[in-house]
């Protein structure tokens, strides 16, 4: 069974953002530009991810 998950990669500084997107930001595991995770398709992440979308990139790959 597969399934959807988020690669989440992170495309901009978070010099000069909020308190609140820099911990964000580390929460999603990104530490510095080009950094890339893998997360599942949750409502809790994608809530994260709208938070920061003008610091990240996000892309569906499948899951395994």
């Known amino acids: 069974m597969s399934s959807v998950k988020l690669k989440v990669t992170q495309v901009r500084?978070?010099?000069?953002s909020i308190e609140n997107h820099k911990r964000t930001v580390r929460a999603l595991g990104l530490k510095r530009i080009r950094d890339s995770r893998v997360h599942e398709d949750t409502p809790q992440v994608r809530?994260?991810?709208?938070n920061?979308?003008?610091l990240v990139r996000v892309e569906e790959v499948e899951g395994q």
């Open 13 to 16: 500084s978070v010099i000069g």
């Open 47 to 50: 809530g994260m991810l709208h």
């Open 52 to 54: 920061v979308r003008h």
